[in-house]
């Protein structure tokens, strides 16, 4: 057995052992040793590249986890999109997996409940005795019997009306024309081929269900057919439809004249077609009067035109641009709160930790600002004044251009209302200015409505005739006027057409 050395345990320099042995894989072996400072330096440096190493890694990591939580939100609205798609029964339904859904229905204590009043004896055309004399499951003659009433308010069938109208004519030489005799409720004055024509009233009824309720011709030529068993085309309709509007012209332009000279009025626009090409369609509407107008352009000149270069009420609209140009600079206007806060809840839900902190604080004051507008009515002035001005100084605070904002959203939105700062809390100061803009967001519903059901115009002829017909028949709407009624007497109106505000209460015909 072969006997293993003993081995000297004295402590040895270790300068004296790095010189032993193979050359070191940092130090080569040379004839003078390594100190042990370069060492420990070596080890420093290998230290702080493995810490580089790790805070790199640390970030990457944190960047895939950032990306891999946007891919999941695309690819969650890429799947809402797809299905949204083929989704047609139900285009408006509300997203599912909302925080606080609102309950269905009115809200307790709130409205009243409306049925059908009982009608008049002298309305009730026939009465029918229905006896009981037994039983009818067992045959018992019956005790405490009692009387009930039940009314059935139905539409009786319709035939059309056909008058026929028997003029002369001669000719006049001191005129050195024809002229024709014509019955106050003639509508037309045409004979041979054109001696038959639609009534006021089909032209009236037909109007109202395309301009104003969206149906398109063809839809409404098979209402006809189906109710009144009246045969009626689609060029027919479209034709008296453009004879129309051009008899509505004067009165379209008393509209615009009336909204110029109104406090408050509205605007909005919404995208429309003219044949193949882009336009625009924009409302502007107050309480009493609403002008559709149908451009190409979408710029302040649209709104110039309708509202006039001297608009001396408030306009409400949202931050579109084309309501900030230089034009328009001294103008009195309310932005759309409802947008603003919108906007905002978009950003709030977007963010995470101090990032939040500046949209819920503006949209605290925002509502805080529309309560206020509700307590105004019982507040005395002096209290309402302080509020007022003490939200005033608190907006000013949360948008000033001195505030350290590092979220770009945050800084852009700040930049925004710093833009519109005028703009904003005007409503709380005028009594009858809304702080939204919905009474706009309101009348664009029909015509977005049309645009799905059947399209938008082919000519500009069609777009002006659609213009002037569902402002006329809209703002009928408004000062609670029978539509079907101005628009017979429109049409049997030989002169200057009757006026839709003599009715009004806010506004007098111009």
């Not at 030529?221 to 509007?245: I, M, W, Y």
């Not at 959203?409 to 919905?438: C, G, I, M, S």
Request: charged share 25%; hydrophobic share 35%; glycine share 6%.
């Amino acid at each position: 057995m072969t006997r293993i050395a003993s081995i000297n345990l004295e402590r040895v320099p270790i300068t004296e052992l790095l010189g032993r042995g193979s050359a070191h894989p940092i130090y080569p072996r040379t004839s003078a040793p390594c100190p042990l400072a370069a060492l420990e330096q070596r080890i420093s440096e290998l230290e702080a590249q493995v810490a580089e190493l790790e805070a790199q890694l640390q970030q990457r990591d944190a960047t895939i986890e950032k990306l891999k939580q946007q891919l999941r939100q695309l690819q969650e609205q890429l799947a809402e999109t797809q299905r949204s798609a083929k989704r047609q029964a139900t285009p408006f339904a509300r997203k599912k997996g909302v925080a606080k859904p609102k309950k269905p229905g009115r809200r307790s204590g709130r409205g009243t409940f409306n049925h059908r009043a009982k009608p008049a004896p002298e309305d009730v055309d026939y009465t029918f005795q229905v006896p009981l004399p037994c039983c009818p499951n067992c045959g018992a003659s019956l005790q405490d019997e009692k009387t009930h009433e039940h009314f059935e308010v139905d539409i009786p069938p319709i035939r059309p009306i056909v008058t026929c109208y028997v003029t002369r004519s001669g000719y006049c030489p001191a005129c050195k024309k024809r002229v024709h005799s014509r019955h106050p409720e003639q509508t037309s004055t045409a004979n041979g081929a054109a001696g038959v024509s639609l009534g006021p009233r089909v032209k009236a009824l037909a109007t109202d269900l395309k301009h104003r309720l969206g149906v398109p011709y063809a839809k409404v030529c098979e209402h006809f057919d189906t109710a009144f068993g009246l045969s009626v085309t689609p060029g027919g309709l479209c034709q008296a439809d453009t004879r129309l509007a051009k008899r509505a012209r004067p009165v379209y332009e008393e509209l615009i004249t009336a909204l110029r000279a109104c406090a408050v009025a509205h605007s909005d626009e919404t995208g429309w077609r003219i044949g193949t090409l882009s336009a625009w369609l924009g409302v502007f509407t107050s309480q009493e009067i609403t002008v559709y107008t149908i451009r190409r352009s979408r710029g302040h000149e649209v709104v110039v035109d309708i509202l006039g270069e001297t608009f001396a009420g408030v306009l409400v609209s949202d931050c579109f641009r084309a309501y900030d140009a230089k034009e328009l600079n001294d103008w009195l206007k309310q932005k759309c709160i409802g947008h603003l806060l919108r906007n905002l809840g978009e950003i709030e839900a977007s963010k995470a930790g101090r990032a939040v902190c500046f949209a819920r604080e503006v949209t605290d004051l925002l509502r805080e600002a529309l309560a206020l507008k509700t307590e105004k009515p019982t507040l005395d002035t002096e209290t309402f004044a302080q509020r007022a001005s003490a939200l005033e100084t608190r907006l000013d605070a949360s948008i000033d251009e001195k505030r350290r904002m590092t979220d770009p959203d945050n800084v852009r939105f700040a930049r925004r209302l710093r833009k519109q700062r005028p703009h904003l809390l005007r409503f709380l100061y005028v009594e009858q200015l809304d702080a939204t803009n919905n009474l706009a967001e309101r009348r664009l519903r029909p015509p977005i409505v049309s645009r799905k059901t059947s399209g938008c115009n082919r000519t500009d002829g069609g777009a002006e005739s659609h213009a002037i017909l569902s402002s006329v028949l809209v703002t009928c709407r408004q000062q609670g006027q029978s539509i079907l009624d101005y628009i017979v007497a429109l049409q049997r109106s030989n002169g200057e057409p009757p006026s839709l505000l003599e009715k009004s209460t806010g506004v007098p015909p111009p």
